[in-house]
């Protein structure tokens, strides 16, 4: 489906030393959408990535060149959502990894109102699989995969996925408060907290030019992710995160005490006195920390009420009302 000119897409490329591929990516997105405004928001290149990108978006004759001085992609999506407003928007990398011809699959769900959110999804046609390289990274998207689906109830098959569409909506209310490459992770997680709708669309993948090399560090930025993967439960499902961290204090603390609860039950008399002391420790930690829990799980039920509110102003209705005395059909302001 070709989206019409009449909705204003804005197509988002971070981008750090993309020198052999930002001309084609820019390229690539134009000729697929020409109507729609491409910004590179290069951040700390180093290799010509600016002056390549200024010179092929003048030949596209819309959108502009922006610069984030803090270093990391969440740091440069953050300053495009701030400086750019559209109907639409679009982030992909600057790599030539992701397909521009499929643009209009992301964003005619939005479009058409079906969808907040659309994610390109590298994984289920198998091609993220033979094009990708290094081999830990398969590991760390399931990982990942299962941590969020398990604690978020969900089925998303490609949570890391750089391609994808969002409406104006999601980027007025959404707040990037990380740094790197755990950007597309949080984006994620944030929808689901806040029942956006998500839409998965599969899509091709090619592995970078030669010569193209990727920023990204397998165990340094995989740490991240799962970092801010745990960060993102134990601030959203308190009760379950604290919960389960009782459940082994409690645990342990039966491992430990055993022995002493046998004893007394044989002699009436406690000799083990140190395990007895680390029993009953265990088991205040675990009373403690199902307290805390509970208390952290009404602070975050308030927390995304005050979300919820915040989103509504937001996201006025589609629809005008109908005034019931005269009929008439009134937009909303």
């Known amino acids: 489906m070709k989206l019409s000119a009449e909705y204003d897409v804005a197509i988002l490329l971070p981008a750090y030393n993309e020198a052999l591929t930002i001309a084609g990516t820019i390229a690539g997105f134009h000729n697929a959408m020409p109507s729609a405004r491409i910004y590179v928001i290069d951040n700390n290149s180093d290799d010509g990535t600016a002056a390549i990108a200024e010179e092929a978006l003048a030949r596209t004759g ?8 803090r270093q990391g992609k969440g740091n440069a999506l953050r300053r495009g959502l701030l400086e750019i407003d559209a109907d639409i928007f679009v982030m992909a990398d600057a790599d030539m990894t992701y397909p521009p011809e ?11 109102g079906r969808a907040d959110m ?15 390289t290094r081999r830990f990274h398969e590991y760390g998207n399931n990982l990942v995969r299962m941590l969020v689906n398990t604690f978020f109830k969900s089925h998303i098959s490609d949570i890391m996925t750089g391609y994808r569409a969002f409406n104006r909506t999601f980027a007025r209310v959404y707040p990037i408060l990380v740094e790197g490459f755990q950007v597309e992770t949080d984006m994620t997680i944030f929808a ?3 029942r956006f709708r998500i839409l998965e669309i599969p899509i091709r993948y090619r592995n970078r030019p030669a010569g193209s090399f990727s920023k990204l560090n397998t165990f340094r930025d995989g740490l991240r992710v799962l970092s801010t993967v745990f960060n993102l439960i134990r ?9 389960v961290i009782a459940l082994c204090m409690a645990c342990l603390g039966l491992f430990a005490g055993s022995p002493v609860l046998l004893e007394f039950a044989k002699t009436g008399f406690i000799y083990h ?23 952290l799980d009404s602070v975050a039920h308030q927390h995304k009420t005050d979300n919820e509110r915040i989103i509504r102003v937001h996201c006025p209705p589609r629809y005008g009302r109908t005034d019931a ?9």
């Open 118 to 132: 659309v994610a390109g999804d590298r994984l289920s046609g198998g091609d993220y699989g033979r094009e990708n």
């Open 325 to 333: 005395v005269s009929n008439k059909t009134t937009q909303p302001r």
């Open 192 to 194: 689901l907290r806040h």
């Open 62 to 69: 819309g959108g502009a060149l922006l610069h984030e001085p």
């Open 102 to 112: 499929q643009i209009h699959e992301l964003v005619a769900p939005i479009a058409e």
């Open 235 to 243: 601030h959203d499902k308190p009760f379950a995160f604290f919960s």
């Open 273 to 295: 006195i140190p395990l007895a002391i680390l029993a009953a420790a265990l088991e205040t930690v675990a009373i403690t920390t199902f307290g805390v829990g509970l208390i």
